[in-house]
């Protein structure tokens, strides 16, 4: 079974930037599809970005131009650069992990979660 660890969470001032990490360990990441979800409270968990084996990435439009998901195959662990943050971006992001072939805008999730790390973007 897949293990997610997610850190870099922290509280930011409107415009600051934050990098999320996400450290995986018990699978071979390289085939895995992994992506980054958030909850604000009282909201709907959403997708926000996810990343193919092959390096393929998109966003949510709500973040584009702004957040870019990256992986490192060889640290195994992947990366939520997030700029220009904004008070609605707060919230608990989560990585997860899917078995290859599936699209996570499509299929929804994968079976795998991390705990969560908390983002607070406020003045």
């Known amino acids: 079974q897949v293990q997610l660890v997610e850190s870099g969470g922290g509280l930011v001032q409107p415009g600051g930037s934050l990098r999320l990490s996400c450290a995986a360990s018990?699978?071979?990441?390289?085939?895995?599809?992994m992506g980054w979800y958030r909850q604000a409270p009282g909201k709907q968990r959403e997708l926000v970005a996810a990343i193919s084996a092959g390096g393929s990435a998109d966003s949510a439009d709500s973040v584009k131009g702004r957040f870019t998901i990256s992986r490192d195959n060889a640290k195994k662990t992947v990366y939520l650069q997030m700029n220009s943050l904004k008070p609605e971006d707060t919230a608990v992001y989560y990585c997860?992990?899917?078995?290859?072939?599936?699209?996570?805008?499509?299929?929804?999730?994968?079976?795998?979660w991390g705990q969560g790390t908390q983002v607070t973007v406020s003045s």
């Open positions: 997860n992990a899917d078995p290859p072939g599936r699209n996570l805008w499509l299929d929804g999730p994968g079976k795998y």
């Open positions: 018990g699978g071979i990441l390289s085939i895995y599809t």
